[in-house]
Structure formats: C-alpha cells, structure tokens
C-alpha cells in the first residue's frame, strides 16, 4: 500500500469501543498527542450492542478494585463526556431461583466483604413484599444499592465524541492493516493509505485485538462470542432495579420510557463482524422473561440484535504492558463485562502509557498468564 498521508503522534490506539476511547480520552488530558483508529465506528460492536448493565456485583475479587475505580468515573459522567448516557443507580438485583443459587450468593457477600459493595441478601417475605412484580420462580435476591444502568449506544460514543473535543484525532472507518515494532516505536498502515508512526501503541481491538497481540509474540486463546438480546414497546413502569441471575441465562431492566430491555443466550456469527439472535436463544430468553416478570407476557418485542464480544478463558480482560514489545499496551478480552469498567480501563492504559504503572492493581490481567497456562504440561 503506498501512504498518501503521514502521521506521527505520541500514542496510537486501535479500537474505538469504550476502553479505546476512554484511554484516548485520558491521554489527551495528560496532554499526549492521540491518535485513534477504528475499523467502523466508534462504540458500534461490544461497547455498543450490549445490555448495558452498570454493575460491580458478581465480578471476580480480582475485578472489583477496577470496577470500583470506574464506580467513580460513572458519578461523574457528564462532566467526563458531556452527557448523562441515561446513566441510573437503579440497584443491581441478584436473583436466586433455588437454595443453591442463594447459597452461592451468600458465599459471594462473604467473599467480597471487604470491597465495599454494601451487599444486601433479602429473602422471604421482605423479597416479595419489595419486589411484587417478580415470578415466583426468584425466590430471593442479593442487591447491590449503587449499582446501576445506562444507555450503551449513547455512552460509549460519547467518550469518542469527548477524546475528539479534548484534541484527539479519531479515524473512523479505518482499519489498522499492518502493525509492528520499527526502531524506537511503531509504524502502522491504515485505511487507504495512511501511514502511522507512534511512540506507544495500545491493542484496543475487542474481539479482533488476539491477531495483534499474536503479530507481536503473544498469542492469546479469545474467541467470538454473541449476545443475545430484545427489547420490549414502552410498558407502564415495572422493574425499578437492573435485574441478573446467578448462575446466568437472563438479565433485565427496564428505562426510562418504559422499554423493557432483556437479554440472555447466544446469537449466531454471519461473518467475522456481524451476528444474528439465535432462535433457540431467544425462545429460552421469553420463556425465562415470562416466568421472571409476569408482566411482560404478551408483551411486544419489537426489535431483537446480537454483536460481537471478544472473550477469554477465565473471563478476566487482558490488561497491560506487552511481556515481548516495549511501547506496546493491551486493553481486550472483556467477555461480556467491559462497558462499566470501561471509562476505569482508559484510566488504566493512560496511566501505563505515561508511567509503566497503574494505580489500580491489575497483576491478575496480564497476558503473560496465557503463556505460563500453554506452557503447562497437561495431567
């Protein structure tokens, strides 16, 4: 390809989802030259088509000084980008479909005490006299109070918007073609025919940063995966809380104009950028709604989608410095989860551009643990 444009910046990131733009977002206020790139547009794949629940409850230990981290960023949203992205601290709704689950939601309050999540188990009557609207099937709950939800299609384009207002230069509809390690930094091909030479380089790519981090050494076993997920016309008002499930299979929450939204299950790929719902996904989805929240059967769905997350086997991101190339930062793997820890995840890789170093403990996230993983021998 011969560059017809040539650019040269202090750090180039690939991937607009929220962490890429949160990342350029925090760089350009520490005053470095950014320069974003991203294959279609900002916050359209994982950062944008998911359920967008803003939730610190059921994370892994090793999650939650992050998450508690981006707690703090989501308080302050509308100063950070602009806009509220119909941000709510509804409470996160954990809820319990036999003994079992609520054991394991015992367990998880005992296990995560000391973070400061303010876990309340509520069982019995105090749960059906609080939350009326639930089936019968949810036998009791665990609620995070300062939990929350937000809108996804408007918050992770608005930190995109607000990287670019603060002098950020984003390139959208420009996929990285080529990129590698050339003398003191990096030179990178994109779009059609521009030519990129940065100092650092943050891997930002979601569900497709694993062939960039293996041109650089450092393979990593992420796979595509796709969410299942509906939304309802406007009902009168219902569910005054984000709803989960232990153990998984739906989650739900209804905003402001009165649209239910609901997901759960897996959609199918039709290429390498898109996906479908998958139809016996979402006949378990509506069944599992009709028995959780009576309310919305006969409900209409009116639109259903699916997109494309970048998962990992322990389901923990992949985040910081390369172990093979100075320079070079990781932020992907997300599985699902990254859209409330994304705004602490920009934090993060502005912070290890500028430092080496985070203030956040993130040593369980590095990609080397992938590397001492295949070099086990098997039993």
């Known amino acids: 390809m011969t560059a017809t444009e040539r650019l040269t910046t ?8 929220i962490a890429g733009a949160a990342a350029a977002l925090a760089l350009r206020r520490m005053g470095m030259s950014v320069l974003l790139l991203e294959r279609g547009f900002c916050g359209a794949q994982a950062s944008g088509v998911n359920y967008g629940g803003v939730r610190r409850q059921g994370r892994p230990p090793e999650q939650i000084p992050l ?7 989501w308080q302050r949203l509308p100063q950070t980008i602009g806009i509220d992205g119909e941000y709510i601290r509804s409470g996160h709704l954990k809820l319990a479909r036999s003994e079992a689950d609520l054991a394991s939601l015992e367990a998880y309050r005992d296990r995560v005490r000391d973070f400061g999540l303010d876990l309340e188990l509520i069982t019995g009557n105090a749960f059906r006299d609080r939350y009326p609207w639930l089936g019968d099937r949810a036998i ?5 109070p300062a939990d929350g939800h937000a809108n996804p299609r408007l918050v992770s384009p608005g930190f995109a918007r607000a990287a670019r ?3 950020a230069d984003i390139r959208e509809q420009t996929p990285v073609r080529e990129a590698a390690r050339d003398g003191e930094g990096f030179r990178l091909l994109a779009g059609d025919g521009l030519e990129v030479r940065s100092r650092l380089l943050l891997n930002c790519a979601g569900a497709w940063a694993g062939s960039f981090a293996a041109s650089f050494g450092e393979p ?3 796979v595509s995966s796709h969410p299942n997920m509906a939304v309802t016309e406007p009902l009168p008002r219902l569910m005054d809380v984000n709803i989960g499930v232990e153990g998984g299979g739906i989650y739900g929450r209804q905003v402001e104009r009165g649209n239910c939204v609901i997901g759960g299950g897996r959609g199918h790929a039709l290429d390498a950028d898109r996906a479908r719902p998958g139809r016996s996904a979402i006949a378990s989805l509506l069944q599992q709604a009709a028995e959780l929240f009576p309310a919305l059967r006969g409900a209409q769905i009116i639109r259903f989608w699916s997109g494309v997350e970048g998962d990992t086997p322990d389901r ?9 190339t100075p320079g070079l930062i990781h932020g992907f793997g997300f599985s699902g989860a990254g859209f409330q820890i994304g705004p602490a995840v920009g934090e993060v890789l502005a912070e290890l ?10 040593e369980a996230f590095g990609i080397g643990r992938f590397a001492a993983a295949a070099a086990t021998p098997a039993a």
């Open 10 to 17: 202090d750090v180039a990131i690939i991937g607009g989802g």
């Open 140 to 144: 009791a709950g665990s609620l995070c």
């Open 220 to 222: 990593v076993p992420l």
């Open 67 to 73: 998450s508690q981290r981006a707690h703090a960023i």
């Open 165 to 167: 207002q603060a002098g």
């Open 353 to 362: 551009a500028r430092d080496g170093r985070s203030t956040t403990p993130i």
């Open 316 to 324: 923990n991101p992949v985040l910081g410095l390369s172990r093979t």
